[in-house]
């Protein structure tokens, strides 16, 4: 692979560099801008419009990339939203454009497992701030609980949850748009949502505008919050 070029729009002046746009990356990128530092955020895919993600095998296929070190072989858009790569005995498949992984999940929101937050390997301090920062994930996530019936929803039903405790499936929720009303009113004017029809698209990427990836929440605010510089990374050929 080439080296990469980064390429800017705007000044080159920047007090932190966040490379990547999913739930990691724009988290950092959103708590620093909230912070008063000039953060420019990189990511290597495009930023995708609702009316462009696919929505049959056919599309799915032609918005995927491949690339096999083991076979010496690659093919698809260096840019397309599914991102496969196969080294050794190792398989990695991820997604691509700015919102990362956020984009093509299935939007399942729960709760950390008590037994989790016991572990010994977490900071003692985070105990007191853990439901707080939960809570605040919720909020910019926006989840809700599944008012109807769809894929995710009954598979999610079949799914023994084991060690997750003092949890019913009742309170599995999601990061999806299901009140349009309700919801509309508390994102920022310019990122207004449509309600989740449940078509179960999620893993392909929402076409019907009704998922909370994170370049609507967190990337949007930070960008509002004028701290914020999208980068973009090129491929040299």
Known sequence: ?????MVFNGHDGYDAVVVGSGYGGSVAAYRLSM???KVCLVEKGQKWEAKDFPTNSFKIISALRMESQNLGVSFGPKDALFQVY????SLAAMACGLGGGSLVNAGVMVPTPVRTRRSS???KEWETDWDSCETSAATMMRIQSVPLQFPIAKIMKL???????DMVLDSIKLSMNFD?????SRLP???????????????AGCPYNAKNSTDKNYLASAIQACAL???ILEESD
């Open 189 to 203: 004017k310019h990122q207004n949502m449509d309600t989740c029809i449940g078509r179960g698209n999620c893993l």
């Open 86 to 89: 196969e080294q050794n005995d």
């Open 180 to 184: 349009i009303e309700d919801s509309s």
């Open 229 to 231: 510089q999208l980068g």
């Open 35 to 37: 912070a008063g530092v």
């Open 159 to 165: 799914i023994d949850v084991g060690e997750v405790e």
């Open 1 to 5: 692979m080439e080296k990469p070029d």
């Open 121 to 123: 390997k977490w900071p």
